[in-house]
């Protein structure tokens, strides 16, 4: 599966969510398949993104919140797992695309390509739904169900280790977050 | 246990005048009273965390979805945070209120918090986030609604020093 085609096939579901990702890869493409005003990327602070996903999630608590997480990033915040898995808000959707790799910077090999379960861990530190798919349609599938669940799930996507030619975009940082913050003011407003 | 039940609570009560809502915390000796006013707080949502940078993350998403936040950590915790305060709080113009319990000063009998105490505010300096110490009860209050409106008017990190002449009595 690739990371590009797994996006694209939950991009109606991300339309209507509060989206955070992490930075490269993951974030240029998100942005070639269309941005909207509720989406978030989250450009550095490895790890930080599902630590953001959780903010928003209990602060929002009526708003769907979806992280786009990736191997690297998640290793490097593993405890954050067991603190999303404490508040398991049940409106936060927490995808893990492992392509066992850090891809944007070199194809370093990460520790799930030799043997590291990320959805174990999960399970592991106490997140309540879990699961690893390997197709596009097993992908869509849970992730659909995931949203309907209404309790924390960590769905980890296996994708191959391939990425866009470029990370940098047209979206500079801060127009993004200010854009975010704004949405979400409004959405509150008409809701 | 010689912390201050007087002091935190006006620290407490400084946070919710500036309409903190979320208080994100990892337990350390002299944020106990605090962590358990948040915790017996309805109106607080408290997030225990494994590591302090993640209240970095915690509080953008919360400060991004409209609701004031602010994180309760030891210096040392302060020091493992750095990065995410970098490349998130900085980086996205997060307005964090950080209150950091300043170990390691004049006075401190356990050797282990002795290095963290020298290096703190030097650190802070080279960050260029702006800080006051919280040292006397006569200021709390103020201090910390200083210290939001700050942070908000200028959409970047801020911190408030804990001292032990407020926090500790022996």
């Given at each position: 599966m690739r990371r590009v085609a797994a996006i694209q096939a939950i991009y109606p579901e991300l339309e209507r969510s509060v989206v955070v990702t992490i930075m490269g890869a993951v974030a240029a493409e998100l942005q070639s398949i269309g941005h909207r005003p509720n989406f978030f990327y989250l450009q550095?602070?490895?790890?930080?993104?599902?630590?953001?996903?959780?903010?928003?999630?209990?602060?929002?608590?009526?708003?769907?919140?979806?992280?786009?997480?990736?191997?690297?990033?998640?290793?490097?915040?593993?405890?954050?797992?067991?603190?999303?898995?404490?508040?398991?808000?049940?409106?936060?959707?927490?995808?893990?695309?492992?392509?066992?790799?850090?891809?944007?910077?070199?194809?370093?090999?990460?520790?799930?390509?030799?043997?590291?379960?990320?959805?174990?861990?999960?399970?592991?530190?106490?997140?309540?739904?879990?699961?690893?798919?390997?197709?596009?349609?097993?992908?869509?599938?849970?992730?659909?169900?995931?949203?309907?669940?209404?309790?924390?799930?960590?769905?980890?996507?296996?994708?191959?280790?391939?990425?866009?030619?470029?990370?940098?975009?047209?979206?500079?940082?801060?127009?993004?977050?200010?854009?975010?913050?704004?949405?979400?003011?409004?959405?509150?407003?008409?809701? | 246990m010689p912390v201050s039940v007087s002091a935190s609570t006006q620290v407490y009560r400084g946070l919710k005048q500036a309409g903190v809502r979320i208080v994100s915390a990892l337990p350390e000796t002299w944020l106990v009273h605090l962590i358990r006013m948040a915790e017996d707080d309805p109106e607080m949502t408290l997030v225990r965390l494994a590591k302090e940078e993640e209240g970095v993350g915690i509080s953008t998403g919360s400060h991004l979805a409209g609701v004031p936040s602010a994180m309760l950590m030891q210096n040392h915790g302060f020091l493992a945070a750095i990065n995410g305060i970098v490349s998130c709080g900085q980086l996205y113009r997060i307005p964090l209120l950080m209150l950091i319990s300043q170990r390691g000063s004049f006075g401190e009998k356990d050797p282990w918090q002795t290095e963290g105490g020298g290096v703190t505010e030097h650190v802070l300096d080279a960050l260029r986030i702006p800080f006051d110490r919280l040292d006397s009860p006569a200021h709390v209050e103020k201090r910390i609604a200083k210290a939001q409106t700050l942070a908000r008017s200028a959409s970047r990190p801020v911190a408030l020093l804990l001292e032990r002449d407020l926090m500790w009595e022996d």
């Open positions: 550095h602070a490895m790890g930080l993104a599902s630590s953001v996903g959780l903010g928003l999630a209990l602060a929002r608590p009526e708003l769907p919140v979806v992280v786009l997480d990736g191997d690297g990033s998640l290793l490097m915040n593993l405890g954050g797992l067991t603190t999303l898995a404490r508040y398991r808000p049940g409106n936060l959707v927490h995808v893990v695309f492992d392509n066992e790799s850090l891809l944007s910077v070199g194809g370093f090999p990460t520790a799930t390509s030799t043997g590291s379960d990320l959805a174990a861990i999960a399970k592991g530190a106490g997140v309540p739904r879990t699961a690893t798919v390997g197709t596009l349609e097993e992908f869509r599938g849970a992730f659909v169900a995931a949203q309907g669940a209404g309790e924390l799930t960590t769905l980890v996507a296996k994708v191959e280790a391939v990425g866009p030619a470029g990370y940098v975009t047209d979206l500079t940082l801060l127009e993004n977050r200010f854009q975010f913050a704004r949405h979400l003011k409004e959405r509150l407003r008409k809701e | -």
